[in-house]
């Protein structure tokens, strides 16, 4: 449908528009960004017979786990050999290796530890063979995407998102919702909803495929293209470390301060290739997304930090294993998934209600997934029922997620 009324005036050092948009559609959940979390959130909504929309604002699925090159589907066990993530989480652990190589152990395929084993439950993978896997996986659960789509605004009334308002090839306009589930992983539905939130800043880091002829040597000697084409990690780590000059820290909120970030990375990249030209090395692919940790999330119901390493709550609705230690997880109440003034919108993935070095274990692709299974599996109580987030059984909530794989507590682990 067109836009009925557009008025665009320009007053000296302002711009003033007003806009009648007419509603394209209406769907019982709309999930913005295409990331595992996004997917986890789709997927469950579906499942539990919501009509379901993704809008994503690049062409591909998978955020930073695809376009992104995070190629590592971190553990879904506690690093003492019992899994305690379930459900979505580990059937996107085997989408991502359907199509492509994995470095999956032995004795974690199939879910149980087989063997005792000092190994993790995790694997890389080939991102854009994931991409294959998901655009399959959607299509068969009946998920509506909206590619090269970009959200741009929510239409609140009385603390409810009626509708997102989407910018198109053919202009904005708008789709009507019952229910949001915020997985753009810097909260921009809730942060214009008028949501309180964190915002935090980022270290340098630029990942790419890089190969040379020694790369395909090696590639071809172990039968793998994992060798022939291997992701080439330049910049800081998580916490500023192997910084320098050329890895200040950014604010990744404005398009300034992205573009800066992509560009700097790819200044790293060039003084490689320069340094190199001798090997042949020649560029594979670029990512498609600036590769940021963390940026902003919301200030939710319930505030998960460091203090809570291995505490168990009633209301938890998974884990987030930390990758870095064995034996350190935090068990995610429902709160970290909404805050109190807003009734239908939910948050999933590295935008959720942590802070601190919790918010660096809760980024995981993992705690990605669970939570969107969670937000997904509420938003299609809260669309059914015409429930609120702040006033769900969470008990019931609860019920459904381990009928469908979840582990919720990390004594539940397996």
């Known amino acids: 449908m067109q836009n009925t009324e557009q008025t665009t005036v320009f007053f000296d050092n302002r711009v003033e528009e007003r806009r009648t948009i007419q509603i394209d559609a209406e769907y019982d959940c709309i999930v913005i960004g295409c990331g595992t979390a996004g997917i986890a959130a789709a997927l469950a909504a579906s499942r539990y017979g919501c009509r379901t929309l993704i809008i994503e ?37 085997y989408e991502s290796i359907r199509y492509g190589y994995n470095t999956l152990p032995e004795e974690w395929r199939g879910g149980a530890l087989k063997r005792l084993s000092a190994r993790r439950y995790m694997t890389v993978f080939s991102p854009y063979d994931f991409v294959m896997a998901i655009d399959e996986l959607l299509e068969r659960e009946n998920v509506d995407v909206l590619y090269d789509t970009l959200f741009s605004a929510p239409a609140v009334s009385d603390g409810e998102c009626r509708a997102v308002v989407v910018e198109s090839k053919r202009g904005r306009h708008a789709y009507g919702a ?86 700097d990375g790819r200044r790293l990249l060039r003084a490689e290739m320069r340094k190199r030209k001798a090997e042949g090395l ?30 168990r709550f009633e209301d938890s609705i998974g884990c987030a294993p930390d990758w870095r230690a064995s034996g350190k997880v935090y068990e995610m109440p429902f709160g970290t998934l909404y805050c109190g003034g807003i009734k239908n919108v939910l948050t999933a993935g590295r935008s959720i209600s942590a802070t601190g070095d ?57």
């Open 57 to 93: 604002k690049s062409i591909l699925p998978g955020g930073l786990a695809t376009i992104g090159f995070v190629n590592k589907y971190l553990p879904l066990c506690n690093g003492n050999g019992r899994k305690v993530c379930g459900g979505i989480c580990e059937e996107l652990l």
């Open 178 to 263: 019952k229910t949001v589930v915020d997985c753009t992983g810097d909260s921009d539905v809730l942060y214009r909803c008028k949501a309180d939130c964190e915002e935090t800043g980022n270290w340098l880091s630029y990942w790419a495929y890089l190969s040379s002829v020694e790369d395909m040597k090696k590639g071809a000697r172990k039968s793998s293209v994992m060798y022939g084409v291997p992701l080439w990690e330049k910049g800081a780590t998580a916490d500023g470390q192997n910084t320098d000059a050329e890895s200040p820290d950014y604010v990744l909120l404005s398009p300034e301060g992205v573009t800066r970030f992509v560009q």
């Open 282 to 311: 020649t560029i594979a692919a670029l990512p498609a997304i600036a590769q940021m940790r963390k940026t902003r999330r919301v200030k939710g119901a319930f505030e998960l930090t460091e203090e809570h390493l291995n505490k």
């Open 358 to 414: 919790t918010w660096e274990v809760t980024r995981a692709i993992p705690a990605c997934a669970v939570t969107g299974q969670a937000a997904g599996t509420a938003a299609a109580m809260m669309a059914d029922e015409g429930c609120p987030a702040q006033k769900l059984d969470v008990s019931r909530l609860q019920e459904r997620l381990k009928k469908d794989g979840a582990i919720l507590h990390m004594d539940d682990a397996v």
